[in-house]
C-alpha cells in the first residue's frame, strides 16, 4: 500500500491547513487510516485515527481543533486543523492499517512538514 500526503506546509499561528492522503492500493482491505506526528527530539505521536467503521481516536491535545473526515471510497484520510498553535509544528506522518488475506500490516506515508509560525 502506497500512501501519498498533500497539504502541510507553513501558517501562522491561529490559522488553518488541511492534510490529505491517499491509499493506492485497492486489493487490500483497509481497516484503519490515521495520523502521527513527530516534531524534532520528541517521540512520533498519534494525532487522530478512525476505522472503517467510523470509530475515531483523537490525542488529547487536539481539544476539538482537528477532525478526521474520511472518504472510505476513495481510501482517503484527510485531517483539517483548526486554530493552529507553535507547538503543532511537526512532521506529519499518515498510517494505514490494512488486511490481505489472513495478514495484517501497517503502512506510513513518507511525511509532510507542517511549520507553524508566531
Known amino acids: 500500500v502506497q500512501l501519498v500526503e498533500s497539504g502541510g506546509g507553513m501558517v501562522q499561528a491561529g490559522g488553518s491547513l488541511r492534510l490529505s492522503c491517499a491509499a493506492s492500493?485497492?486489493?487490500?482491505?483497509?481497516?484503519?487510516m490515521g495520523w502521527y506526528r513527530q516534531a524534532p527530539g520528541n517521540q512520533r505521536e498519534l494525532v487522530a485515527a478512525?476505522?472503517?467503521?467510523?470509530?475515531?481516536n483523537y490525542a488529547d491535545f487536539e481539544k476539538g481543533r482537528f477532525t478526521i473526515p474520511r472518504d472510505n471510497a476513495e481510501n482517503t484520510v484527510f485531517l483539517p486543523m483548526n486554530s493552529l498553535k507553535n507547538e503543532d509544528a511537526a512532521v506529519y506522518f499518515c498510517?494505514?492499517?490494512?488486511?490481505?488475506?489472513?495478514?495484517?500490516?501497517?503502512?506510513w506515508g513518507q511525511g509532510t512538514q507542517v511549520t507553524v509560525s508566531s
Open positions: 498510517y494505514c492499517r490494512a488486511k490481505k488475506g489472513w495478514v495484517n500490516s501497517t503502512y
Open positions: 492500493e485497492s486489493a487490500f482491505s483497509i481497516m484503519a
Open positions: 478512525i476505522t472503517s467503521g467510523g470509530i475515531t
